[in-house]
T-cell receptor
């Protein structure tokens, strides 16, 4: 059983389009995250939701909008895509921060290519 | 969260122990040391974490110095599948859960 899954795995689109990436976890975790890994392989957190409430919002353009319909899902919608948005996006989940050890479990990633 | 320093790359012979060092000289008393790895094109994978004591699980051992300013991740019998980028991260247990990834150490296990 896949613990953290993302769809799609690959996404190729043109500049200016709007796209969404979906993430689901079946681990019963309360907290979910989105990370971005750029071409230089730096991994950086973008957002985090705890029980559907936004708790981390790094300096990310407001073209990026996360949405958490329930604890098991965290989707990422991107408006007006730009070339610089090309990257691999990882979803992760964990137990709520402050509840002790809360290692994060990552999905397989979505490789977004904007042309 | 405290910063960490890791060597950019290391080699290890298959079957031998891989010892990956990490310096975190500014670590605070309530910060944990976490290790993750990222195998090529996959999502990062949790390995182990610790606060003060040495820790061992089915994947690795974590040795933390008494002053907590450095630690070593030990893969006891490295295999080719352990070739990956290894990240050492320090983090306060009660924070928002944000992981700050550095450049990590690229471990190449060679036959």
């Amino acid at each position: 059983d896949t613990a953290v899954s993302q769809t799609p795995k690959y996404l190729v689109t043109q500049m200016g389009n709007d796209k969404s990436i979906k993430c689901e976890q079946n681990l019963g975790h309360d907290t979910m995250y989105w990370y971005k890994q750029d071409s230089k392989k730096f991994l950086k957190i973008m957002f985090s939701y705890n029980n559907k409430e936004l708790i981390i919002n790094e300096t990310v353009p407001n073209r990026f909008s996360p949405k958490s319909p329930d604890k098991a899902h965290l989707n990422l919608h991107i408006n007006s895509l730009e070339l610089g948005d090309s990257a691999v996006y990882f979803c992760a989940s964990s137990h709520a921060p402050g509840t002790g050890s809360y290692e994060q479990y990552f999905g397989p990633g979505t490789r977004l290519t904007v042309t | 969260d405290a910063k960490t320093t890791q060597p950019p790359s290391m080699d290890c012979a298959e079957g031998r122990a891989a010892n990956l060092p990490c310096n975190h000289s500014t670590i605070s008393g309530n910060e944990y040391v976490y290790w993750y790895r990222q195998i090529h094109s996959q999502g990062p994978q949790y390995i182990i974490h610790g606060l003060k004591n040495n820790e061992t699980n089915e994947m690795a051992s974590l040795i933390i110095t008494e002053d907590r300013k450095s630690s070593t991740l030990i893969l006891p019998h490295a295999t080719l599948r352990d070739t990956a980028v290894y990240y050492c991260i320090v983090r306060v247990a009660s924070n928002t859960g944000k992981l700050i990834f550095g450049q990590g150490t690229t471990l190449q296990v060679k036959p």
